[in-house]
């Protein structure tokens, strides 16, 4: 089988498609006697379908529950997909026997969300970054040098080699595991929410630091994040999912500047204003997310849209679209963008701490007037 036969259309291949991800599907069985049935399963990714090039990086956005960080593990093969196809370079991941998957994972690492229980307290930052080089059988003879390379690389101090990750911020820690991701010189990687965790004002500096080492390296990111503001700075295209699914994808000046589906509106609405005191009418989604067991039928988002009809519940729409920008909505077209998105939303919405400041002042002004 070649890597095209099963090429999705919806989703346009970016040049050179580094990766390519075919209807992925992972749903996780419920033990028996659960729900009353011995078949309930948990559709935690439905159809997955997205490629990436290389140097690029795609981001996987929703919120916590959509499915993201299960499509980041499939890709990887830490978990193995129920259906679908994972290409990387050419080859099909899926059907890689468990040895010749291990070499080709090399190329395929991962940073994870929390980075103090990724590093293992009881070995040393050199430990830690020498392991993998070991495993792969690279760097020989000069590992120590080499990891002192590559901690100069995530900006710390090669002195650092002998401590241990407890003497770390969370900062730090998080770029002793970019260090010891890029140990093993991929060409891709996952970043599981790497900044989530982190306070804000380093969470700029360590999305700079994987901006800088992309350029550096050439590397593609797949970059998993409920935080659109990040996204924006870090990503070439996104894709935005629900419930298991994804609702829209485009480049990424396309999706910030004309998004299309409710979904996505929503989600954009909820990025703060960098001006303290500005607030934007945000677009509040009625209900939960709902359980991912028993998914609505029809669109998946029906139970939660503002524009939702009876077609939504009787007819599931196909993600399609044009000129690269696709979306999963049968009446997008007709969906007008929310005032809170519309280009000079932000000059228009009133500055509350402005307005706070001149009521608490004005008066007294006035007096002396
Ligand atoms: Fe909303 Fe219907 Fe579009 Fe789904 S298909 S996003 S329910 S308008």
Not at 104 to 133: A, C, K, W
Not at 197 to 206: G, H, N, T, Y
Not at 245 to 263: G, M, N, T, W
Not at 278 to 303: A, E, K, M, W, Y
């Amino acid at each position: 089988m070649t890597m095209h036969d099963d090429a999705v259309a919806a989703v346009p291949v970016l040049t050179p498609p580094l990766l390519q991800v075919d209807n992925l599907v992972k749903h996780f069985p419920l033990p028996r006697g659960l729900f009353g049935r011995g078949d309930a399963v948990v559709h935690a990714v439905d159809g997955v379908s997205f490629t990436l090039g290389a140097g690029q990086t795609m981001a996987l956005v929703g919120e916590s529950g959509c499915g993201k960080s299960t499509v980041g593990r499939l890709l990887l093969r830490l978990l193995e997909a129920t259906a679908g196809r994972v290409w990387f370079d050419g080859e099909d991941l899926t059907s890689l026997p468990p040895a010749a998957m291990r070499a080709r994972r090399r190329e395929m690492q991962m940073i994870f969300q929390d980075p103090y229980s990724s590093l293992n307290p009881r070995m040393t930052v050199g430990q830690t970054l020498t392991e993998p080089m070991a495993l792969h059988g690279l760097a020989a003879g000069r590992r120590q040098e080499r990891a002192a390379e590559l901690l100069d690389l995530v900006g710390l101090a090669p002195q650092y080699l002998q401590r241990y990750p407890h003497e770390f911020s969370g900062g730090q820690r998080q770029r002793i595991g970019i260090a010891r991701a890029l140990a093993v010189e991929p060409r891709l990687i996952v970043c599981d929410e790497p900044v989530s965790a982190l306070d804000v004002s380093i969470q700029a500096q360590v999305v700079n630091l994987l901006q800088d080492i992309q350029r550096r390296l050439g590397l593609s990111y797949v970059f998993i994040a409920h935080d659109l503001a990040v996204v924006k700075h870090i990503a070439s295209h996104v894709a935005v999912m629900y419930l298991g699914q994804i609702v829209e994808y485009a480049d990424k000046e396309s999706l910030f500047s004309q998004p299309r589906h409710p979904y996505t509106h929503a989600l954009l609405s909820a990025i703060p204003l960098p001006e303290p005191g500005r607030v934007l009418n945000r677009v509040l989604l009625q209900g939960d997310v709902p359980n991912p067991i028993s998914p609505p039928s029809g669109c998946r988002f029906h139970t939660r849209c503002p524009h939702a009809q009876q077609r939504c519940a009787d007819e599931a729409p196909v993600l399609t679209g044009e000129a690269g920008h696709s979306v999963a909505c049968h009446f997008w077209r007709d969906i007008a963008l929310p005032l809170a998105l519309q280009p000079d939303a932000a000059a228009r919405v009133p500055n509350r701490r402005l307005e706070q400041l001149q009521a608490a002042f004005l008066p007294k002004d006035a007096e002396h007037a």
